[in-house]
């Protein structure tokens, strides 16, 4: 079976999306039956092309590695360039639109028009873009009921590690009584820097040297990036609608060396932490800095890594860890979900 995606936006999710399929995408073809064929590209910055019988994602790759563009996307019959992510999604013969552009932590704009016009056309999203499911999950699942197509999003709270996947199925059944996590990769590896001896704006160079946060660290670090991801798992996992407004939300960047010492002292470790608990008087959440104890099993996660607590009335408490971003790993997240789309599968 050929399934024809189309890519709205091409940095470091999307690119990993294709060097997977330049991997795999034979040995998907044979065990699961699916050939993914890229027919279009669309990236505000780095330019756009569209073959509607697909594009060769080597060709691609190579013009990506040369010129950090696709303006050197070799030319053929039916290649078309210059359309906007707008145009693509109408005019592209693409079955499911794979919004990869960057978060919007204020308003989840452009992702949020992409995924309308695109489930609006009857066509399936995957995105691991947490702005759209965070703010306006409600009207894109109702608008993808109403056209009969789909709309998955693993890759928006852990990367490629299934989280909201896991509660769909595996703990399925289970009335989930609370949700804690470390949500935030860049800000749980600046406080295990900060434990072995480094300043906060020392450990935040060195994520930025190493990858892990942006030049502008904002969202990371005062919490929005978590708080989005909150949302989304309160919204998704327990069905409560919650506004952003009334989640609580702080960072890490008043936390000192001092009260990294001192919580060693208490037998305890600082962690930004989201949490959600369902109560008599409904569903609460909120992020921030908390001391752990040593025993929780959030206490023991360090670097750049994620991890979440889902206490259940049945399964009682289970955790997962994993990498909560990555180029290889988010691409993962959107692969797993085309894959389960096709097949029918949550």
Not at 160 to 180: D, E, M, Q, Y
Not at 207 to 230: H, I, S
């Amino acid at each position: 079976m050929v399934h024809k995606l189309a890519l709205i936006g091409f940095g470091t999710v999307g690119q990993g999306f294709v060097e997977i399929l330049l991997r795999r995408g034979a040995d998907i073809a044979r065990r699961h039956g699916i050939e993914f064929v890229v027919v279009a590209i669309s990236d505000a910055v780095k330019g756009s092309i569209y073959c509607p019988h697909g594009l060769d994602l080597a060709d691609v790759m190579t013009a990506m590695e040369e010129t950090g563009t696709l303006h050197h996307y070799p030319d053929g019959p039916l290649v078309i360039r210059g359309w906007d992510s707008l145009q693509t999604i109408r005019e592209s013969n693409a079955q499911t639109i794979l919004e990869a552009t960057v978060t919007n932590v204020r308003d989840g704009e452009p992702g949020l028009t992409h995924c309308r016009e695109a489930l609006s056309r009857g066509k399936n999203v995957v995105t691991t873009n947490k702005g759209p499911i965070a703010l306006a999950y409600d009207e894109l699942s109702q608008l993808a009921d109403r056209q009969q197509c789909r709309l998955l999003f693993e890759g928006t709270v852990m990367s490629g590690t299934p989280v909201l996947r896991l509660v769909n199925t595996a703990l399925v059944g289970n009335h989930i009584r609370s949700i804690r996590g470390i949500l935030n990769g860049t800000s749980n590896f600046i406080l295990s820097q900060m434990e072995v001896g480094l300043t906060f704006d020392e450990a935040l160079q060195e994520a930025q040297r190493r990858g892990y946060a942006e030049a502008d660290p904002t969202a990371d670090v005062d919490g929005w990036d978590a708080q989005l991801k909150t949302l989304i798992l309160a919204r998704t996992l327990l069905g409560a609608s919650i506004d952003r407004t009334a989640i609580p939300c702080k960072g890490i960047r008043t936390i000192s060396p001092r009260d990294i010492m001192a919580a060693k002292q208490r037998e305890t470790r600082f962690k930004l932490i989201a949490r959600i608990d369902a109560t008599s008087h409904g569903i609460r959440a909120s992020v921030g800095p908390e001391e752990v104890a040593l025993t929780d099993p959030l206490a023991g996660i360090a670097g750049a890594v994620n991890a979440i607590t889902f206490d259940g009335d049945l399964a009682g408490s289970v955790t997962v860890v994993g990498a909560g971003a990555g180029r290889v790993e988010t691409g993962y997240a959107l692969l797993v979900d085309c894959i389960n789309l096709v097949r029918g599968t949550i």
